[in-house]
């Protein structure tokens, strides 16, 4: 069976644009969480959805938002970018909406601002 | 608030010695919920254990164990024998159960164990 994937690998963008980062969860895992993870720190958890509904928002500005689509599947996006959203994004998908059970983690995606 | 504090920042040992990583949690609750992940360096976080509240008995699993104590709110990690493979950063994370719209996972800042052959 298929781990959880996400596009693009890496990306690059200037300060001030916007991205998206796209994430696929595990078949008939329901619930989509969002970390970032900063060089040498431990992942940050942003959203979570679950059956298409946001359950939690970590303390992330109004800049980050989130969806989750009839699929299950997940879309990150991040307005006006500054240099310090330079991070490891990471996808996590779960059968649990309330973190309980184990989060499965994607390859993440490699963000760099400049 | 929950938090998750992994004192230990490096770990550097000889293939074969044991290794033991320590997590200590604060929670105000009594039902949560405890994780170790494992980061080798291709970034992937691989899923390891997790243990409820509830359960205080010590896991093992081939040559990875874990010693959970209510008492001192710690989750230890050992690697008995290590091995170069076991060379990677983790995290030990707790996640609080019936938070509602506050659920949320959180993790320590990880522990970089490198096991030189």
């Known amino acids: 069976d298929a781990g959880v994937t996400q596009s693009p690998t890496h990306l690059i963008k200037t300060r001030g644009q916007q991205v998206t980062l796209r994430c696929s969860p595990i078949?008939?895992?329901?619930?989509v969480s969002w970390y970032q993870q900063v060089l040498g720190q431990g992942p940050q958890f942003i959203f979570q959805y679950y059956e298409k509904e946001e359950r939690g928002r970590g303390n992330f500005p109004d800049r980050f938002s989130a969806r989750q689509f009839p699929n299950y599947s997940s879309e990150l996006n991040v307005n006006a970018l500054l240099l310090g959203d330079s991070a490891l994004y990471l996808c996590?998908?779960?059968?649990?909406?309330?973190?309980?059970?184990?989060?499965?983690f994607g390859p993440g995606t490699r963000l760099t601002v400049t | 608030a929950q938090k998750v504090t992994q004192a230990q920042t490096e770990i550097s040992v000889v293939e074969k010695e044991d290794v033991t990583l320590d997590c200590v949690y604060e929670t105000r609750d009594t039902t949560y919920y405890l994780f170790w992940y494992k980061q080798p360096p291709s970034g992937e976080l691989v899923f390891l254990i997790r243990?409820?509240?509830?359960d205080e008995q010590n896991e093992i699993s081939g040559r990875y164990s874990w010693n959970f104590q209510k008492s001192t709110s710690s989750f230890n990690f050992t690697i008995t024998a290590s091995q170069v493979v076991d060379s990677a950063v983790y995290f030990c994370a707790l996640s609080e159960w019936g938070s509602g719209a506050n659920s949320k996972l959180t993790f320590g800042k990880g522990i970089t164990l490198s096991v030189r052959p």
């Open positions: 078949s008939g895992h329901k619930s």
């Open positions: 243990r409820n509240s509830f």
């Open positions: 996590a998908s779960s059968l649990a909406w309330d973190f309980t059970y184990e989060q499965y």
